[in-house]
Structure formats: C-alpha cells, structure tokens
C-alpha cells in the first residue's frame, strides 16, 4: 500500500462536509416574499466549498503533496488537547460562574505559556470586560452573569 496523501484526504473531508452542509441548506427556502429567503446564503457557500474542495483534490494528483508524517509532533499535540479541554471547561463553567469568570480563566488557560501570569490576567479580564461590555450592553445578547459576571 502507497503513503497517503494528505492532500487528497484533507479534501475528501472537505468534501463530505460541504456535501453534508449543503444537503442541509436546501431544505431552506432558497427565496422568500421579500426577497433572499435564509437558504440563499447556505447554499452558494457550500457549493463554492465543493467547488473549491474538488479543486484541492485535482491538484493533489498532480503534485506530490506531503505523504509523510501528517500527524503534528507532541507539543502541538499537548497544545491541542489543552484548547479542547479548556473550551470544553470554559461550557461547564459558564453556567456556574459567569461569563467574566468563565472566560477570564479560558483566557488564563491559552496565555499561561506565553505571559506572565499577572500580564495574561490583565488581558484575559479586559478581555473579558469588553466583550460582557460590547455583547450585554451594547449588543443586549444575553450572556449568563452571575454577581460576579
């Protein structure tokens, strides 16, 4: 059996997605009495997603593309795994501590190898204060807030 081509797989995924999403879309309306109706948008980014997927994959036979080692070295790995479980955390914490709270520690949690700690504080709670600020004040999106935020 050959190496597999990265290429070729990443757009077969994309592929399938696209496929999937678009097969969703068109249970929208495509039009409605005013116009543009919510299927519009759905659809034509899907199929320019197929268009572009299948493209992806037409190059990938005429080039070698990366055949080898597709997988990501260990400390990518780590910092994978530490995002997805720190945005996993950040969905079980909001409802008990808040917004402000919730994601001041999500931020902590991306900064800590980057900053110091009391600098990756700083941003993550103005962070955190602009957008309670910009989505509850002037956006009135209801966030989950606690007495502390």
């Known amino acids: 059996m050959g190496r597999i081509n990265a290429q070729f797989v990443a757009g077969s995924c994309l592929l399938l997605f696209s496929m999937a999403f678009l097969r969703e879309a068109m249970r929208y309306k495509y039009s409605g009495s005013l116009g543009l109706g919510p299927g519009f948008f759905p659809m034509w980014l899907c199929c320019i997603l197929t268009?572009?997927?299948?493209?992806?994959?037409?190059?990938?036979?005429?080039?070698?593309?990366?055949?080898?080692?597709?997988?990501?070295?260990a400390v990518s790995q780590r910092n994978i795994m530490l995002i997805l479980v720190s945005m996993l955390s950040f969905v079980v914490l909001l409802n008990y501590f808040g917004f402000i709270i919730s994601s001041t520690l999500f931020l902590m949690?991306?900064?800590?190898?980057?900053?110091?700690?009391?600098?990756?504080?700083?941003?993550?709670?103005?962070?955190?204060?602009?957008?309670?600020?910009?989505?509850?004040?002037?956006l009135e999106i209801q966030l989950p807030a606690l007495a502390l935020g």
């Open 51 to 73: 268009v572009l997927s299948l493209v992806y994959i037409g190059m990938s036979f005429k080039e070698k593309g990366v055949t080898k080692k597709i997988m990501p070295n």
């Open 109 to 138: 949690v991306l900064f800590y190898g980057s900053y110091k700690w009391y600098i990756g504080l700083g941003i993550s709670l103005t962070v955190s204060l602009f957008l309670f600020w910009l989505f509850q004040i002037i």
